[in-house]
Each structure stands twice: as structure tokens, then as C-alpha cells.
């Protein structure tokens, strides 16, 4: 198999290939290492590979798995392969090794998926973008100079770039849906608790945190949730394993009740400005409903902004401290002397002054946005926003500036921490790191299900995604609903790019 023919299909087209006798897996798998090979030194998404390792575990599978033979990478954070290197993002944990495959590992191998290594994440996956400083920075396929988002920025840059057909991924703040977005790809982000995060894991992010994948085909990411759904022994979360989610893209969704907004209410208190093209893209999303048949009406959702993205960013905080602890445990490195970056230590600092009243009372305000949207999901059966405020950003953009590191560096003035802290220093944070992509953290908080539908193109050439948000646990609907969409604007054809210098 030539690499241009493997990257004219999906996977499960792959997979249907492969059960027909038409090419073997390892045929499949050769213009897959021949394609990482190829373009990974541009690109720059992959951080490590592991082709022998995974031919020979492809050999075991049966191919009668649903994805038998077909190749994907895993991120380079939480998704353990036990006895092989996880970093994640970060110098500190450059010779860590995870002690067993994690859950999600072990159902892609049963879904006959051969991973053939990691990709690229920010360090610790906190930023919105992928440029850590231990590993090369990803670049957008669409335009090298953008960056393909974060924090599963190297996994969007391997699909839309053409390495695989689809890329393993994790969503704790737009995650799945940011990246999708920025890179013309299929993005859903399931509900809280559908995918098991054991067993060095009950939940992360006190479950904002949720895996998936990247895909190019609505039928992937479907097929793929049928594989790996439902919870492990000792989950948290009594979510039962479940079958139907491809199926359910045979015929397409009852006409639905769709609220569509530009998601003022998220954005406003951030300072954030809508660029036209987002708002086109919506608009235009809006228009395709109505001609499916999906009644639309125009109408925000009832959350308040400025209170939720200072829950997440409480949360936030909390956790790195957490898991800064964590990595001076398993590397046997002083608190003081990791390997991290400037702005991780800075916001670490804030975290650890942080009161624990100001945590729990932060998670309050995730349960009250949550009932508010339970409530309006008894009215509308979705909701439509845009992803992010803007088109790609440029490369190094949004990475904090040397002056602002310097600034940070401050916060190791004793003291200095709690006092940044009681002076507002979160609100300041939350405009710095969220006024370009408020819209998707809201999903994550109330465990609802979302995802990003490649619906538009600038005039100069960049993927715009819409957001769309489902009632907890309904993601039947959200997929129907996308295949639908998809089979109407039929995305994949823009797919793969090539990478070029501009």
C-alpha cells in the first residue's frame, strides 16, 4: 500500500481493507511508519514512535476487531503503556516509565488499533496550545506557521497532517474541541465518567478530564466509543459499558431543538472579542441546521461566565499542585529542583496558597452551571456556539512572553503568592489564559457531552470549528446529528494537507 492511498481513508476504511484481503496490516502499517517517517520532522507531532513493538502486537489481533490493523498514536500524557516512557510534555518526567497500560490502552489493543507512539502536549497538557519546551513545537497543517492548538495539539497535527487516521486525545478544558477546531477535524468530547481512566487514575480534574480521539470521520469516532466506553473496576462513576453509537449513524436524528449563540455570556466577562470569521462560521452552521430540518432559535446559555472560569481556573490551580507533588514522589527530584517551566512553577505557587475553602466552594459552582443546563436542555435538545474566539493562532502567540515570565518568577517571594491571590490575581489569570477560548470549559464542568464540527474556512486558508453541546449522556444524538451534517458537507475531501513553508 502506497502512502497516498492509506491517506485517502478512515479508519474503519482501513479496516475494511484489511478484512477483505485487499492489503495486510502490515502493508497498512509500513505507509503508516512510511508516513510518520516522511513528514514528522515538519510537522513535529510525534514525540516518539514505537513501530517494532506495535507490528508485533498488530499480528496478535483478530481481524475481525473493529480497527483491526489500523494505526494510532496515543498522547503523551495519562495514556500509559506500561513499561515505556510517558512524560508528559515535561522535562521533568523525561525518564519516567509508566508501571502498567492504562485501561484506554488496553481496549485499543482489543479494538485491534496499533499504536505507534505518542504526540506532542503542552507540559502537564495547561495550555490551550502545544509548544512545551522539552519537546519541538507542532505545527498547523493547514498553515506551519499556526499552531494546531492544544493541549492535544500534536495528536490533531498527526490526523490532519495525514500520519493516522485518527489520534488518541483528552479534553479537561476544550482539549479535544480546541485543537479539532484549529486543525478541520471531527472532535467529541463524551460525557463525564464514558471512558475509564484507571488504574493510576479514578478521575483527573475532579472528572473535567475526558479521553477520546480526533478523528477525520464522524464513523471513527463513533466506532471507537462503542469500543472503549463504560467504566473499569473501581471507576467513580457507575457508567455501564454500552453498544450502539455507530450504529446510531445509520439514519439521521429526529429534527431537533437547537439553541444557537455566540456565547456572549462566556465571553464577555473575559474581554473576549469575536473575530467575524468565527461568527460566520456559526451563522453558517445555524443555517445548515435550519435546512436539515432542525428547528433553531437564537438564545444564550444561562451561565455566568466570570464565576465559571473562575471555578475551572480554581481547580486548575489545585490540581497542578497536586501533581507537581506527584512527580517529585515518582522521580525521587526536590519540589524545588524540577525540570518545569516558569509559568508551570508560577501557577503551581498560586495553587499551593490556595485555600481549600475557596476549592470545594469553586466545585459548588460546577454543580449550580450544571443543574442551570440541565434545566435547559428540557427546552433545547443541543446547543450551538463557536469552539474559540478566533482562527489559529501563530505559533508562540499565546506562550507567555520572557516578560511575563520574569514577572512570574516573582512569585517566589515569600509571601507574595497568597497576597496575588487575595488581590485577584485569578480573574487576571482567567483573562490571560481564557479570553480566546472561553466557550468550551463549560462542558467540561457540567460533564456534558460537546463536540467540534469542521464546518468552515477563512479566506486565507485556516479550519474554523462550531461547538456543539448535548444534554449529559447524549451523545447517540450529538453523533446522529453530526453524520447527518457531515454527509451534507462532506469535510474529509479537504483532507489530508499537505505541509508546506509559507
Known amino acids: 500500500m502506497e502512502v497516498d492511498e492509506y491517506r485517502l481513508h478512515d479508519g474503519l476504511g482501513l479496516a475494511a481493507l484489511v478484512r477483505r484481503g485487499e492489503v495486510s496490516r502490515d502493508e497498512v502499517l509500513a505507509a503508516a511508519c512510511s508516513a510518520i517517517e516522511a513528514d514528522n520532522p515538519r510537522l513535529a507531532a510525534v514525540v516518539r514512535t514505537r513501530f517494532e513493538r506495535a507490528r508485533a502486537e498488530g499480528r496478535q489481533v483478530d481481524v475481525d476487531a473493529p480497527f483491526a490493523g489500523v494505526p494510532t498514536l496515543t498522547k503523551d500524557l495519562l495514556m500509559a503503556i506500561g513499561g515505556e516512557p510517558l512524560a508528559f510534555g515535561s522535562a521533568s518526567l523525561a525518564n519516567w516509565k509508566a508501571p502498567a497500560d492504562s485501561i484506554l490502552v488496553a481496549r485499543l489493543r482489543e479494538a485491534g488499533l496499533a499504536i505507534l507512539g505518542q504526540t506532542a502536549t503542552p507540559e502537564l497538557g495547561l495550555m490551550g496550545i502545544t509548544e512545551p519546551r522539552a519537546f519541538p513545537h507542532p505545527v498547523n497543517p493547514w498553515n506551519p506557521a499556526h499552531s494546531p492548538g ?24 476544550g482539549s479535544i474541541r480546541i485543537p479539532a477546531s484549529y486543525c478541520g477535524l471531527f472532535g467529541l468530547k463524551p460525557s463525564r465518567g464514558r471512558v475509564p481512566q484507571g488504574p493510576m487514575h479514578a478521575e ?32 467513580p462513576y457507575p457508567v455501564r459499558r454500552e453498544q450502539g453509537y455507530l450504529a446510531v449513524l445509520e439514519r439521521p436524528p429526529e429534527p431537533l431543538r437547537v439553541a444557537v449563540s455566540m456565547g456572549d455570556p462566556l465571553g464577555d466577562p473575559l474581554g473576549t472579542v469575536l473575530d467575524p470569521q468565527v461568527r460566520q462560521a456559526v451563522e453558517q452552521a445555524a443555517r445548515t441546521l435550519d435546512s436539515l430540518g432542525h428547528h433553531v432559535e437564537w438564545v444564550d446559555p444561562p451561565v455566568d461566565g466570570e464565576r465559571l472560569a473562575n471555578a475551572y481556573l480554581t481547580l486548575y490551580l489545585g490540581h497542578l499542585t497536586a501533581d507537581l507533588a506527584w512527580i517529585a514522589r515518582e522521580t525521587g527530584v526536590a519540589l524545588s529542583r524540577l525540570d518545569i517551566e516558569p ?40 446547543l450551538l456556539m463557536p469552539v474559540a474566539a478566533a482562527p489559529p493562532p501563530r505559533l508562540g502567540e499565546l506562550y507567555p512572553a520572557a516578560s511575563q515570565e520574569r514577572l512570574m518568577s516573582l512569585l517566589a517571594i515569600p509571601g507574595l503568592p497568597a497576597l496575588a491571590l487575595k488581590a485577584g490575581m485569578l480573574k487576571h489569570l482567567a483573562r490571560d489564559a481564557l479570553a480566546r477560548t472561553p466557550f468550551t470549559q463549560l462542558a467540561n464542568l457540567t460533564g456534558q457531552p ?20 448535548g444534554a449529559m449522556g447524549d451523545e447517540r444524538r450529538l453523533l446522529a446529528l453530526a453524520a447527518q451534517v457531515e454527509a451534507a458537507n462532506p469535510w474529509a475531501q479537504h483532507l489530508p494537507r499537505p505541509v508546506e513553508g509559507r
Open 150 to 173: 492544544g493541549s492535544s495539539g500534536g495528536a490533531a497535527a498527526a490526523v490532519a497532517g495525514g500520519l493516522v487516521p485518527l489520534a488518541m486525545a483528552g479534553d479537561g478544558g
Open 204 to 235: 483527573v480534574w475532579q472528572g473535567a478530564v475526558v479521553e477520546h480521539a480526533l478523528t477525520r470521520s464522524v464513523r471513527d469516532s463513533a466506532a471507537l466509543l462503542d469500543a472503549i466506553n463504560g467504566m473499569d473496576e473501581g471507576a
Open 343 to 382: 509559568s508551570t512553577r508560577a501557577i503551581a505557587r498560586l495553587g499551593h496558597h490556595l485555600p481549600v475553602r475557596d476549592y470545594e466552594l469553586a466545585k459548588r459552582d460546577w454543580n449550580a452551571a450544571a443543574r442551570a443546563m440541565g434545566a435547559f436542555h428540557r427546552r433545547y435538545d443541543m
Open 450 to 469: 460537546a463536540m467540534s464540527l469542521p464546518l468552515h474556512v477563512t479566506p486565507d486558508g485556516l479550519p474554523v470549528g462550531v461547538q456543539v453541546i
